[in-house]
T-cell receptor, first 110, second 114 residues
Framework: NAGVTQNPKFQVLKTGQSMTLQCAQD?????MYWYRQDPGMGLRLIYY???????DKGEVPNGYNVSRLNKREFSLRLESAAPSQTSVYFC?????????FGQGTRLTVV | KQEVTQIPAALSVPEGENLVLNCSFT??????LQWFRQDPGKGLTSLLL?????REQTSGRLNASLDKSSGRSTLYIAASQPGDSATYLC?????????????FGTGTRLTIIP
């Protein structure tokens, strides 16, 4: 049982490059989330999707886009990466109860 | 806007002591509260989940309580061990039905001194 799987685990981008962070869950969960974690800031919600076909902005959505491709997959896209987007990104999923997290993507923008 | 606070930000205690971590939230309209553990460079591991109708949950040496009306939760760790050293985060699930989200506190970094 894989749970929540994120890819890639590590990535280095140059300023202005684009990339997509992938997330998939195999628990038949309705809700999926993308967070970023920065030192001293805790986890901040970027976007979330309460069900297939819906997405909503979280606390820090600027510079990001998301796609809920199907019930299993929720991707996060950086169209033009900036150094301020250097962070650890976590994907999570839940279904009215317990949330489960992926292992994270460590992104560095130089 | 829901805000979650965890105090203290860091805590060091000798091995074997019992300890309490605190979590407070500003809006009592929550569905549940979840405590997580995060080891350095790792993801989040769920420790305990308390539904809004519950007062406490226990798992081994861990006991979490919830006082929804006052916007507070505590995580009690009994007989602490060096392996308990980690950052502990609480998160509340809130929002309107069908559009819930999780909001996190900034965490308490716990160090158990052998």
């Amino acid at each position: 049982n894989a749970g929540v799987t994120q890819n890639p685990k590590f990535q280095v981008l140059k300023t202005g490059q684009s990339m997509t962070l992938q997330c998939a869950q195999d628990m038949n969960h309705n809700s999926m989330y993308w967070y970023r974690q920065d030192p001293g800031m805790g986890l901040r919600l970027i976007y979330y999707s309460a069900s297939e076909g819906t997405t909503d902005k979280g606390e820090v959505p600027n510079g990001y886009n998301v796609s809920r491709l199907n019930k299993r997959e929720f991707s996060l896209r950086l169209e033009s990466a900036a150094p301020s987007q250097t962070s650890v990104y976590f994907c999570a999923s839940d279904r009215f109860t317990e949330a489960f997290f992926g292992q994270g993507t460590r992104l560095t923008v130089v | 806007k829901q805000e979650v606070t965890q105090i203290p930000a860091a805590l060091s205690v000798p091995e074997g002591e019992n300890l309490v971590l605190n979590c407070s939230f500003t809006d009592s309209a929550i569905y549940n509260l979840q405590w997580f553990r995060q080891d350095p460079g790792k993801g989040l591991t769920s420790l305990l989940l308390i539904q809004s109708s519950q007062r406490e949950q226990t798992s081994g040496r861990l006991n979490a309580s919830l006082d929804k009306s006052s916007g507070r939760s505590t995580l009690y760790i009994a007989a602490s061990q060096p392996g308990d050293s980690a950052t502990y985060l609480c998160a509340v699930r809130h929002g309107y039905f069908g559009n819930e989200k999780l909001t996190f506190g900034t965490g308490t970094r716990l160090t158990i001194i052998p």
